[in-house]
């Protein structure tokens, strides 16, 4: 793959993310876990309140699970595997990055992260992705790019290429702004991968904060105030029909919010605004 020449429908859709239909009437939510953590007396309770959260207010939820964390925790993810409400997707077998970011954050100063090898991406991703189908019956089809990036995979059709040949068919890996940094503006919306060769490939950026940055700014036990930086993000999304794509994860969710008062806030929010709420496998569907 990575000849297939974009079609006129495919670079409408990439030039025009908010045409009609593409957010919704009243806007597009989209929330995704990234479920990563190395201790299953983390990411246990977690699975459970999750799902609690999401059957109360039927907003359909996607997870993007790291293989590793996947094997330790196989009992707890089997019924999520066929729920109506769980979309499983992967996030590599063991937090590989597929780019470098160099990270100016400005509380902690710089952080330079450095991405695996070309070999390592493509190896990480096939052995999740068979993990997956073989113990939990699941069709992979989506990631979510260990610490995403600016710009996404805009400049990496090298790293577009091996996801396409292992079965990706949709990415969140736009999560950054220039400084690597947060929040990414909602004027970036989902497009699709054409000019670099993949008509088919949609990115999903993430939009705002990631979870756990904004937290942090605001201070972890500020509810209030982290809410107060969101939900402006899905007004916007619902007012100007755009998607808006949350990012957070196991570890971080439940950290002084035992129950996910936060993230069921959130789902209440977009019930609230009208948002249509999809998981990311159904968004793709619908774009396709
Ligand atoms: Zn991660």
């Known amino acids: 793959m990575g000849t297939v020449a974009p079609t006129a429908s495919d670079i409408d859709a990439r030039r025009s993310p908010a045409a009609p239909g593409a957010g919704g ?15 299953p007396a983390v990411t246990r309770p977690f699975l459970q309140r999750m799902r609690e959260i999401h059957e109360a207010t039927e907003v359909p939820a996607t997870l993007f699970l790291c293989g590793r964390t996947a094997e330790r925790n196989l009992e707890a993810l089997r019924p999520l595997a066929d729920h109506s409400l769980m979309d499983l997707q992967q996030h590599t077998y063991s937090h590989v990055l ?19 090898t070309l070999e390592q991406i493509r190896e990480e991703v096939r052995r999740t992705t068979v993990l997956l189908r073989e113990t939990l019956g699941v069709e ?6 260990p610490y995403a ?12 290429e091996i996801l396409w040949d292992e079965g990706i068919r949709f990415v969140r890996s736009w999560g950054r ?22 008509p088919q490939m949609l990115e999903v950026p993430i939009h705002g904060w990631q979870d756990i940055s904004l937290r942090k700014t605001v201070g972890w036990t500020d509810h209030a ?4 930086g969101v939900y402006p993000y899905m007004e916007r999304a619902a007012a100007e029909r755009l998607v ?3 990012c957070t994860h196991d570890h971080s969710s439940r950290r002084d919010d035992p129950t996910m008062a936060i993230t069921e806030a959130l789902l209440r929010k977009a019930r609230d605004l009208g948002m249509q709420c999809l998981s ?9």
Do not use: H, M
């Not at 597929?98 to 695996?116: C, H, M, N, T, W």
């Open 149 to 160: 990036y600016y710009r996404g995979l805009v400049d990496r059709p090298d790293i577009l």
């Open 244 to 246: 808006f794509s949350y």
């Open 225 to 228: 105030a982290f809410l107060a």
């Open 25 to 39: 009437d009243r806007g597009i939510f989209l929330i995704g876990y990234d479920t990563e953590s190395g201790d």
């Open 98 to 116: 597929l780019k470098s970011v160099y990270i100016e954050d400005p509380q902690e100063g710089v952080r330079f992260v450095r991405a695996g």
């Open 177 to 198: 702004n220039e400084r690597d940094w947060q929040p990414v503006d909602l004027a970036i919306q989902p497009f699709f991968y054409a000019v670099q060769g993949f």
């Open 280 to 288: 990311y496998a159904d968004y793709y569907a619908q774009r396709v």
């Open 140 to 145: 992979c089809t989506g990631i979510t790019g």
